[in-house]
T-cell receptor, first 111, second 110 residues
């Protein structure tokens, strides 16, 4: 997994609760990304980071926030989880702007 | 608005034959294209890529062809093996982000 660790790997939570997913890399790559994968949609970008404290929104950013206080960690927060945020979440890293390497994913269920 | 399209949700091929996976895109500003392979319960794995200045890139059994005028790329797998059974995603680079297609599920039968 190219030195990428996602935690937790599985989580079940209730509607309205806050949830934070963590992505940790050991590659010292500049760029980090959060995607979600849903049936019939492929992978869609939520947020990305191009450096410490430098983040930007992706295609499906509503309801999500991110933080990057260290090069190695990129956190994705669902402030108040909804059932529509049930999905598989993937973190990716990149040393250049082209090839991205993905973590193993976090399966999130919001009941 | 899907800028990268994989119009075949699934493909079945016999072992030893060629698998051809197709991808179309709409944004002429894309300058780098990638294919990822994904097994169930795992993250996508980078497979092969091609820059827009080339029309072909080969890596072992995998070859990617790019036709810029048609805004079309394809992935050829020769010969196909049962272990190639997976979902394949086409992606195109747009600035910092990748735009993904919805994927094609390839099944290679013995």
């Amino acid at each position: 997994d190219a030195g990428i660790t996602q935690s937790p790997r599985h989580k079940v939570t209730e509607t309205g609760t806050p949830v934070t997913l963590r992505c940790h890399q050991t590659e010292n790559h500049r760029y980090m990304y959060w995607y979600r994968q849903d049936p019939g949609h492929g992978l869609r970008l939520i947020h990305y980071s191009y450096g410490v404290k430098d983040t930007d929104k992706g295609e499906v950013s509503d309801g999500y926030s991110v933080s990057r206080s260290k090069t190695e960690d990129f956190l994705l927060t669902l402030e108040s989880a909804t059932s529509s945020q049930t999905s598989v979440y993937f973190c990716a890293i990149s040393g250049t702007k082209n090839i991205q390497y993905f973590g193993a994913g976090t399966r999130l269920s919001v009941l | 608005d899907q800028q990268v399209k994989q119009n075949s949700p699934s493909l079945s091929v016999q072992e030893g034959r060629i698998s051809i996976l197709n991808c179309d895109y709409t944004n002429s500003m894309f300058d780098y294209f990638l294919w990822y392979k994904k097994y169930p319960a795992e993250g996508p794995t980078f497979l092969i890529s091609i820059s827009s200045i080339k029309d072909k890139n080969e890596d072992g059994r995998f070859t990617v062809f790019l036709n810029k005028s048609a805004k079309h790329l394809s992935l050829h797998i020769v010969p196909s093996q049962p272990g190639d059974s997976a979902v394949y995603f086409c992606a195109a680079n747009s600035g910092y982000a990748l735009n993904f297609g919805k994927g094609t599920s390839l099944l290679v039968t013995p």
